[in-house]
């Protein structure tokens, strides 16, 4: 069973082919092409989603080449439907339209932060996972239970990404900035104090992006630690308590932030003091990308039919624990 998985959510524009054997996938191609805002400036919704149609048709035919497939030899093909940006989110959606009805192939919406998580699952072999998600659209703790991926936690404004993100811009450098925030907090030692917001089991960074602002002229690699220090920690209370609450066994950290080596750091020596195992999505597959979207397909076709093209839809607030997972 071959998909073609289409992601549009936001700064990415990708298509992937993934092949379904038994319980397991495999990557046949993932190509992405990423709208870079310029550096200071956010995601502007229409420039990214010109970008998507622009890089679209250049994107879909060096996926099929490089997995070696025809359209034809396609059986199903599956969209990013949400949560992501309107105009982002339409362009995933039309490329996905025209293809399965000119060609006749099932189509199925699915949701983008799902494909996070089961991705994640199938690289990484984990089970039964409690999952930190932490991207530019998440921060949540999940865990699955009578067929829906409940919340424990997640942030009470801004996402880790967008905190990240928005520090990086008012520091001038072009988005996404979690790599060079990175790289500067590991050039400090020096931590500037910062708020630090928990609330009960649910994070607040709105505070902490102002005070970070401010305490960037004391130096910007002391503010950037401190910033990851802060951030990393109160992800790391509000995931042990998680942890401790339902008795998981094992912790997945998926997302575009994922990619960081210090919040890896917090997050498995938590694990070794609930004899929990930690897995990490592959720093190639943590961020969007069109594998996620198809992984998701793959699973639910072998579930349910896909839909008629007039039932197909976006949304652009569609909640993960709203999804009723199948298989
Ligand atoms: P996603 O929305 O899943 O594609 O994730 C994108 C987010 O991941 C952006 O906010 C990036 O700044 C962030 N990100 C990427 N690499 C890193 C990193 N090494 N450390 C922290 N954040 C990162
Ligand atoms: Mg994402």
Known sequence: MLCLGIESTAHTFSCA???????????????????????GEGIHPREASRHHAENSPEVLSECLKKANVKIDDIDMISYAAGPGLGPCLRIGAVVARSLSAYYGIPIYPVNHALGHIELGKMLTGAKDPLVLLVSGGHTMILAFLSKKWRVFGETLDITVGQLLDQIGRY???ASPCGPKIEELASQSTEYVPLPYVVKGNDVSFSGLLSATKRAIPRGIEAACFSLQETAFSMMGEATERALSFTGKKELLVVGGVAANKRLSNILSSICARHDCKFFVAPKEYSGDCGSQISWIGLLESSKKPGITIEDTFVKQSWRLDTVEILY
Request: aromatic residues 8%; without cysteine; glycine residues 12%.
């Open 17 to 39: 082919i993934v092949e379904r054997k038994g319980k397991q996938g495999k990557i046949l191609s993932d190509v992405r092409k990423i709208y870079r805002p310029p550096a």
């Open 171 to 173: 520091a001038g450098f």
